[in-house]
């Protein structure tokens, strides 16, 4: 638990048991909607809403705050809050404790969690629009700065920059919290100190816009992360338990399952028929391999000699002259009789879409799952697949409930097959694909050395069970310190090892 993470907590009336969103509802309707809503009645109305998160680790408590918006017990707070947590307790505005259930959704590159505790009715706040925040607008926070209760600051927001766009030293505290680069923040400008850590910050209508997560110790400047990066995460029932360990597993750790055979093809779409000219190679072994390679339909190829039009047998033993075998993953063999010879070749294949989930980051380097995601589309495009749209994938994975950062707490059972055929079928994809990106560190002479770990999987959109699973580790024991493009490209390699290990060597 990092120094940076306190708690906020105020005890609110007794008698604000409604959501803050509904009681500033009313102030809003008829005649009375332009006039803007007072201070302490914006204070008085979302304060029931703020939650103190008490947090058990390994060997150690730390202190949090959150905020309730859903009334079914949905709380959402920071991710470094409660990274590595071995249970969570939540104390709620009327003094109530209700242990977490555990985590509905994880955006640790946002450090933002949703957390689940075990009650109806509560007060909640709705996430408003970060989006439509404009730098000047006012808004407020509701903290315990260095452990004084129920204190109210307001101020503007004075800036929506990315990461990025930080100076140096504002930039490496917030990576280090695993937020990614090009994410944008809100920097306003209502003090808070330690003890703000997961707590909400609110717009002049009363809805969470930003959960904050970061001051600068030296210079007053404050940071929040956009609210609504976590309404992804809202329609999710799964709730994923903490861990006992309370150590954060590595993927590496999942055993493959057994491969088992690959099916005749996984894809959805009308198979298209493809005639090509080619020559017999006269060099090696006499073997062509057509461009769309797993995707070929079986028994669907026909080939002849260029010059004469003469047609070719097929054969499923070794060819003879005149003849060819046809090999699972695109693959002709010809007779050594038959080499330099100029073919004709009609065959049929089935264009194969493939929805690549969002990849489960477990390293120190944000950038890393954007990265696998991406490489991983691309390289399959280059293997002959279309690949959805990630907006698309993105919101059949919300429709389909399904919690992919599961996954990072050791639970890959959570990906179920009717919510994978769920997916396949909203995406009209032939192939479902789940990767996670983890790391390795050992300390040597003088030296820590990083070995990059990607796990892989792939589902049958029919079925929707595993397909394909690996793993690889590259790079084991070399020494790349903090070069970015060194670990990115271990991450690169280790990928395209995987896919030529499923799919076959890419030419």
Not at 61 to 68: E, F, L, R, T
Not at 321 to 340: C, Q
Not at 371 to 388: D, I, M, P, S, T
Not at 465 to 470: I, N, R, T
Request: hydrophobic share 40%.
């Amino acid at each position: 638990m990092r120094s940076r993470i306190a708690l906020i907590w105020f005890l609110a009336p007794a008698l604000a048991l409604t959501a803050c969103s509904a009681v500033l509802g009313e102030s809003l309707d008829g005649e009375n909607a332009a006039e803007p809503i007072p201070l302490p009645v914006l204070v008085q109305n979302c304060s029931p809403s703020v939650v103190l998160i008490q947090v058990q680790l390994s060997g150690a408590n730390g202190q949090g705050s959150g905020v309730i918006v859903d009334p079914t017990g949905k709380v959402l707070t920071c991710h470094h809050v409660i990274d590595g947590a071995r249970s969570v307790l939540i104390k709620t505005w009327n003094g109530g404790f209700f242990p977490s259930e555990g985590v509905l959704g994880l955006n640790p590159s946002a450090d933002l969690a949703l957390l689940k505790l075990n009650a109806q009715g509560l007060p909640y706040v709705e996430i408003g629009d970060s989006d439509a925040l404009l730098p000047g607008e006012d808004i407020f926070v509701i903290s315990a700065p260095k452990g004084v209760a129920k204190t109210v600051t307001d101020g503007i927001v004075s800036g929506l920059p990315l990461l990025s766009d930080l100076p140096e030293d504002y930039r490496s505290q917030l990576l280090e919290l695993g937020i990614r680069p090009n994410q944008k923040l809100i920097q306003f400008t209502a003090p808070t100190y330690y003890g703000s850590s997961g707590g909400p910050l609110f717009n002049s209508r009363g809805e969470v816009v930003g959960i904050v997560s970061l001051r600068h110790e030296a210079d007053n400047v404050y940071f929040a992360i956009p609210a609504d990066l976590a309404k992804p995460h809202l329609p999710s029932t799964t709730v994923l338990k903490f861990e006992e360990s309370g150590a954060t597993p590595t993927m590496l750790g999942i055993a493959d399952p057994e491969l088992g055979e690959l099916p005749e093809y996984i894809g959805c779409l009308e198979p298209e028929s493809v005639q090509c000219e080619q020559r017999v190679p006269q060099s090696g072994e006499p073997v062509l391999r057509l461009n769309e390679s797993l995707f070929v339909v079986n028994d669907s190829v026909r080939a002849c000699y260029s010059d004469t039009g003469d047609a070719l047998k097929r054969t499923k033993l070794m060819p003879q002259k005149g003849e060819f075998r046809e090999v699972p993953g695109g693959f002709i063999y010809f007779s050594e009789s038959d080499r330099n010879r100029l073919v004709k070749i009609d065959y049929e294949y089935r264009v194969q879409r493939v929805a690549v989930l969002q990849t489960v980051n477990i390293t120190d380097y944000p950038e890393l799952d954007d990265l696998l995601r991406k490489h991983l589309a691309n390289e399959l495009r280059e293997r002959g697949f279309q690949v959805v749209p990630f907006l698309e994938v993105d919101a059949a994975v919300r429709a389909a409930a399904i919690n992919v950062s599961a996954t990072a707490f050791g639970k890959p059972d959570s990906l179920q097959p009717e919510s994978i055929r769920k997916i396949a079928a909203d995406t009209n994809a032939a192939m479902v694909v789940y990767s996670a990106v983890t790391m390795e560190k050992e300390f040597g002479y003088y030296v820590e050395a990083h070995g990059t770990g990607v796990f892989f999987l792939a589902f049958d959109g029919h079925t929707g069970k595993d397909a394909f699973a690996k793993t690889h580790s590259e790079a084991k024991n070399v020494f790349w310190g903090g070069r970015r493009a060194a670990r990115e490209g271990c991450v690169k390699r280790a990928a395209d090892r995987i896919l030529d290990e499923f799919l076959g060597e890419s030419d």
